[in-house]
């Protein structure tokens, strides 16, 4: 059964965007339209160019930004203001998800490679604002992105998370690689699957994979003899 796999986790990772909603909400599509109006203005240059950086940066540094600060010198939190300022309406509630995350014996956190303030609109807009026990945002990590090692090891070391007992959930794979080296069980969030070593398992629907988890104990009080 699929719950033997996770019988030693006692922290349980989420990615946000694409993970903890459906890409059907599209959300991405405002972010990187004002992704590319941002480097337009910023580095004088135009739409198609601006968008091939958008795209070339986040293929090579990780994250869009990462590339910005480190090609251009940009300062992140006014980006990370200005590209997360989006609708959230497309987003709806999801009270059987925000139930079955509950039932997850041990420590839930998010982290994202969006700023924690976007994450938190996102969480509360999917009924999800008081599942988790901390968000941690790009912020956290220094402004460093996954896929990047750092990145991971600055925030569970904030986290005070051991590896060896966390799962991932992630609907980039290859946000998925350096969790697997580092220990964890890895749960790729994606419509297709990828087959890949750094891979544990896939699903197309969180909430239905989380099923799988109902009948875990919950931990109970400690106890002296």
Known sequence: MVADRFSH???W?????NTLYPPSARLFDQIELRMIDWVMRTLAVNRAEAD???AEYWASHGTTLAGLME??????????HEVHDI??????????????????????????NGSEPYARN????????????AVYG????????????????????????????AAMFEDDPRNLAVPHAMGMRTIHVADAPVTADHIHHHTDDLTDFLSHFAGLAQPGPERSY
């Open 9 to 11: 986790v006692t922290a």
């Open 13 to 17: 990772v989420f990615d946000l965007d």
């Open 52 to 54: 091939r950086l958008r």
């Open 71 to 80: 090609v251009h010198g940009v300062d992140p939190e006014g980006y990370l």
């Open 87 to 112: 609708s959230f309406d497309a987003l709806k509630v999801d009270s059987v998800l925000a139930e079955r995350i509950t039932g997850l014996p041990g420590r839930k956190i998010v982290y994202t």
């Open 122 to 133: 996102v969480l509360a807009a999917r009924g999800l604002g008081d599942v988790f026990d």
């Open 138 to 165: 790009v912020e956290h990590a220094g402004f460093q992105p996954k896929p990047r090692r750092v990145a991971y090891e600055t925030v569970f070391a904030a986290d005070r998370l051991d590896p060896a007992v």
